[in-house]
């Protein structure tokens, strides 16, 4: 998944520019931020994956055979899941 790979490249490179405890405390932010989105039902977590990894809306909902409007709610519960 797109967002192990960013997150173990983050731990692996410590491209930090933050103090030992601040890369730390981002770490484990990252890391339940990535479980909290691999734990999301696959119809909120594809297309909020496919966003946050900087794909459009409307490219997603093409590429999932979705209306945009149905991508675009579901990112949004996504999101709020999250929070």
Do not use: Q
């Not at 989105?37 to 093409?62: C, F, M, T």
Request: charged share 30%.
């Amino acid at each position: 998944m797109i967002i192990d790979f960013f997150l173990r490249s983050h731990i692996e490179n410590n491209i930090y520019d933050k103090s030992k405890d601040d890369c730390i405390e981002n770490n484990n932010d990252l890391k339940s931020f990535v479980s909290s989105v691999n734990n999301l039902e696959d119809k909120l977590r594809i297309p909020y994956s496919l966003y946050i990894s900087g794909y459009k809306i409307k490219d997603i909902a093409k590429k999932l055979n979705l209306s945009v409007i149905t991508v675009a709610i579901r990112i949004y519960k996504a999101g709020k899941s999250i929070d």
